[in-house]
T-cell receptor, first 113, second 114 residues
Framework: GDSVTQMEGPVTLSEEAFLTINCTYT??????LFWYVQYPGEGLQLLLK?????DKGSNKGFEATYRKETTSFHLEKGSVQVSDSAVYFC????????????FGKGITLSVRP | DAGVIQSPRHEVTEMGQEVTLRCKPI?????LFWYRQTMMRGLELLIY????????DSGMPEDRFSAKMPNASFSTLKIQPSEPRDSAVYFC????????????FGPGTRLLVL
């Protein structure tokens, strides 16, 4: 079945550091890929998505590129801020009316001033 | 636009009591999902509906859990009787039924069963 694997956490960075969070997936066909973010005490929010190979999703300075050859969707940001401290989830969804999201375990990012 | 609305936001109850969680999806969305989040197990899909019909309830832990969607704008998740191991944050999410569309999450209900 479909699965998403995220790098182990937590991750602690200093403000303005470069961020990479790895995500790889296993799926049949061509799923859509997502990054969701969960701030403390809140629900998940869509951060960015990509629906086909080589697409780049971007939002709030974060980027991720759909790499079918490596089945990856790594999240990057050039300069993190304290306000980026949150839990980040990678997810995939196959195409179809009855499809559902498969989430990775999530990784906690803490950014120090 | 109002997002997904969940109530209550917090619930504290005693073991054995019935708990009902409520969700109002975004207007025009015809798929609805119930998730549970715990430290130990992460984010788990419990059940989801398309056009008010349950499609997959394989994630529902046991018979103590039940979910209904009587109309397009309302769903409930009921736990009867509740147990301490049911303590978790329960999220509702909605989306349009076409595949690949984004799910939009509510703020969650934090449940504590004593």
């Amino acid at each position: 079945g479909d699965s998403v694997t995220q790098m182990e956490g937590p991750v602690t960075l200093s403000e303005e550091a470069f961020l990479t969070i790895n995500c790889t997936y296993t799926a049949t066909g061509y799923p859509s890929l997502f990054w969701y973010v969960q701030y403390p005490g809140e629900g998940l929010q869509l951060l960015l998505k990509a629906t086909k190979a080589d697409d780049k999703g971007s939002n709030k300075g974060f980027e991720a590129t759909y790499r079918k050859e490596t089945t990856s969707f790594h999240l990057e940001k050039g300069s993190v801020q304290v306000s980026d401290s949150a839990v980040y989830f990678c997810a995939l969804s196959p195409y179809g009316a009855n499809s559902k999201l498969t989430f990775g375990k999530g990784i906690t990012l803490s950014v120090r001033p | 636009d109002a997002g997904v609305i969940q109530s209550p936001r917090h619930e504290v109850t005693e073991m054995g009591q019935e708990v009902t969680l409520r969700c109002k999806p975004i207007s025009g969305h015809n798929s609805l999902f119930w998730y549970r989040q715990t430290m130990m197990r992460g984010l788990e899909l419990l059940i989801y509906f398309n056009n008010n019909v349950p499609i997959d309830d394989s994630g529902m832990p046991e018979d103590r859990f039940s979910a209904k969607m009587p109309n397009a704008s309302f769903s409930t998740l009921k736990i009867q009787p509740s147990e301490p191991r049911d303590s978790a944050v329960y999220f509702c999410a909605s989306r349009r039924a076409e595949g690949g569309e984004t799910q939009y999450f509510g703020p969650g209900t934090r449940l504590l069963v004593l």
